[in-house]
């Protein structure tokens, strides 16, 4: 029989993790949950999308004409787990109606760690992850930084220190509220950011320090890194690791006149890509740089669909539902990745 997953929070990643689950042969979508009657409820009942509300806000969704099929209760009670995708910290206070009722749960990178039993990056940690009962998907740019680091940790060779610079999107391409519409704002204004903190969750005792800044800008954020190795790197070599993994995909730009976020994003609307999600860490061939023991690269990293994949992998994880490879074969099959 498929697992039951129920989706809570159909925003910008709830109704992407959603059409994913979908798209899974192992795997059924019970249905999901939304607090307030906007266009997103709307369109997730469009879509066929069982739509389950609070209780106390049933009544605004009848009033705006939008079909509710229960209440968050009898959801997450249909369910065999729960993709948790409410807001930062919203998804901590649903933990114990999870556990009221048993359920597995896969909670999102704006929880803190310790909502989970397992910080989760596919690449990295899977198999920590096989039968917990609650795994936290790390934030997208964690999973950029761990996707990248976990590769050249084990095909290139070990690293012994990171750093790297977060150029964060402002904000999300629907979000009409926040800013900077004209700056560059360090945020944290302190070093290091809490990105470096996020790594250390899933590749415990690393040596890395970040730092971030906020960018004018929607489509990707970026990241500038340097890795100090163990020993001497050649550029040849982490470029064919990258090549080799799932998930990165390399973009010459000195070939393909690709040479920003905004182009990127427009040869994903030009191949037909659904809402130009772009799954993949997406590497600029041509920054990576080797020097003796140091190596540098910049990638860009699609904020609303990276962890897509990753929530995926996480279901079948939790549900012992196949193994790592296997895993992510399914996953990338299903979602048309590159790779
Ligand atoms: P969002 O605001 O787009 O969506 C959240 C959804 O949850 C909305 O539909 C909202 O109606 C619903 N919601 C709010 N309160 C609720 C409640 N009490 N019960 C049920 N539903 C409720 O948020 P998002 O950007 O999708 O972020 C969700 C999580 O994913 C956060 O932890 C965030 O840190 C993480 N995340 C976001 C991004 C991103 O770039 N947007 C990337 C990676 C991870």
């Known amino acids: 029989a498929r697992v039951k997953v129920a989706v809570n929070g159909y925003g910008t990643i709830g109704k992407r993790v959603a059409d994913a689950i979908k798209l899974q042969p192992d795997m059924e979508l019970v249905g999901v949950a939304k607090t307030s009657p906007n266009y997103e409820a709307f369109t997730a009942v ?5 739509l389950y509300v609070p209780k106390e806000n049933a009544a605004k969704f009848e009033k705006a004409g939008i079909q509710v099929s229960g209440y968050i209760e009898d959801m997450i009670n249909e369910a065999d787990i729960i993709v948790d995708t409410t807001p930062n910290g919203i998804g901590a206070s649903y933990k114990p109606l999870y556990q009221k009722f048993g359920k597995k749960a896969i909670f999102q990178g704006g929880e ?5 039993e397992v910080s989760f990056s596919a690449l990295c940690n899977y198999n920590e992850a096989i039968n917990k009962n609650y795994i936290r998907v790390v934030s997208c740019n964690t999973t950029g930084i761990l996707r990248t680091l976990c590769t050249i940790n084990s095909k290139v060779s070990k690293i ?5 610079t977060v150029v964060r999107r402002a904000s999300d ?7 900077p519409i ?12 809490h990105h470096a903190k996020d790594v250390l969750t899933v590749m415990k005792g690393i040596d890395i320090i970040s730092m971030a800044v906020v960018a004018p800008t929607t489509l990707m954020h970026m990241h500038l890194m340097n890795i100090t190795m163990k020993e001497p790197v050649r550029r040849e070599d982490v470029i064919n690791a990258l ?6 995909v390399l973009i010459n730009s000195s070939r393909t ?16 890509r659904y809402r130009n999600d772009i799954p ?11 020097h003796n023991n140091e190596l540098f690269l910049m990638y860009g990293v699609h904020q609303e669909s990276i962890v897509v994949p990753e929530n995926i992998d996480a279901i079948r994880a939790a549900m012992n539902l196949a193994d790592k490879n296997e895993s992510i074969k399914i996953t990338n099959d299903t979602l048309g990745l590159m790779k």
Do not use: M
């Not at 391409?173 to 800013?179: A, F, Q, R, T």
């Not at 090549?243 to 990165?248: P, S, Y």
């Not at 993949?280 to 990576?288: A, G, Q, T």
């Open 243 to 248: 090549k080799d993994t799932e998930r990165i």
């Open 173 to 179: 391409p629907k979000e009409v509220k926040k800013g």
């Open 112 to 116: 803190k760690a310790d909502v989970a």
């Open 257 to 272: 006149g690709i040479g920003s976020t905004a182009e990127i994003i427009e040869v994903s609307r030009d191949i037909g």
């Open 280 to 290: 993949e860490v997406v590497v600029f061939e041509d920054s990576v740089y080797s």
């Open 46 to 50: 469009k879509k066929g999308y069982k």
């Open 160 to 164: 012994e220190k990171v750093r790297v």
């Open 182 to 193: 004209n700056s560059i704002v360090p945020d944290p204004a302190s070093v290091p950011s």
